[in-house]
């Protein structure tokens, strides 16, 4: 009896797989499941560094410029200028290569002395997120700017919007995991929909890598006098001036509020007009 019942199970479960699959394809033919399915390929990709490493295998020519920098340097009356250009192109491909950073040489020479002159905490991970506000005077001369009031006002909306997302996801779980029918086309649709969120929050969270990559970078390299800054003194020092303390205090409290009454208004608007 038993061996009869794990037949039948089986026998179940090899239909269902089926029914799964064609499900699957259907589901890929139809515009969003396939705008759905080729996010989640790209963010695998990119999170594995594999879109990189194909991109670079298509369009980089660092191979081809140093054999054409070998035939120049054996040439004897070859203009130095040129060899320098040669040389300075391929260390700039070079340095994308390791860093993923894309810049000139003066300012690689700037980069690579900030990066031996910083704790080990300060990797070149963190460099390439703070590359936008690293100030370069000179080979050996650096400033980080201080992120503005409008950095700080993204940083605590991408905040407010991953909490926002995250508490949807799990829901989406818990549905399906818990309330939802045991059914194929429910499981492919609340798949799309948990797939399409996940991809979505590392999206959302990405844009913030800038923000907290200069903050930390701003305090290794601040003067021992100057107090370190985070994401909440900033805003605290930036809406001193115009909010009240209970709210100057609650960031996301504020952004909350912000993002409510806005949205309250334009339903408002919608409404009259």
């Known amino acids: 009896m038993a061996e009869e019942l794990t037949s039948a199970q089986l026998s179940k479960n090899i239909v269902e797989t089926k029914e799964l699959i064609n499900t699957l394809f259907e589901l890929i033919q139809t515009p969003i499941g396939f705008f759905v399915l080729l996010v989640v390929v790209l963010i695998y990709l990119a999170n594995k ?37 040669g040389l300075n192109s391929i260390a700039e491909k070079a340095f ?22 910083t704790s080990p905490e300060i990797s ?46 799990l829901g989406s779980v818990f549905y399906l995991l818990l309330i939802a029918p045991k059914e194929v ?5 609340m798949f799309v929909v948990i797939a399409f969120l996940v991809s979505l929050l590392i999206l959302i969270a990405s844009t913030n890598f800038n923000f907290t990559a200069t903050i930390k970078l701003y305090n290794e390299l601040k003067d021992p006098e100057v107090t370190e800054i985070s994401s909440e003194s900033l805003f605290k020092e930036y809406t001193l001036n115009f909010l009240p303390n209970i709210l100057n205090k609650r960031p996301t409290t504020t952004v ?3 993002f409510t009454i806005i949205v309250v208004a334009v339903y408002i608007w919608r409404w009259l007009a």
């Open 49 to 85: 560094g594999l879109l990189a490493s194909m991109f670079n295998a298509f369009f980089d020519k660092t191979n081809e410029q140093f054999k054409f920098v070998e035939k120049l340097l054996g040439i004897k009356d070859v203009d130095e200028q040129v060899v320098k250009i």
């Open 96 to 117: 994308k290569r390791f860093t993923k950073i894309t810049t000139n040489k003066p300012r690689i020479d700037a980069l690579i002395h900030l990066e031996k002159n």
């Open 124 to 169: 070149w991970t963190i460099i390439k997120r703070a590359f936008s506000n690293i100030s370069i005077q000179s080979p050996t001369e650096y400033t980080i700017n201080k992120p503005r009031l409008n950095d700080v006002l993204s940083y605590y909306y991408n905040e407010f919007v991953i909490k926002l997302l995250a508490a949807v996801l």
């Open 185 to 189: 086309n429910t499981f492919i649709a």
């Open 256 to 258: 909350f509020i912000g």
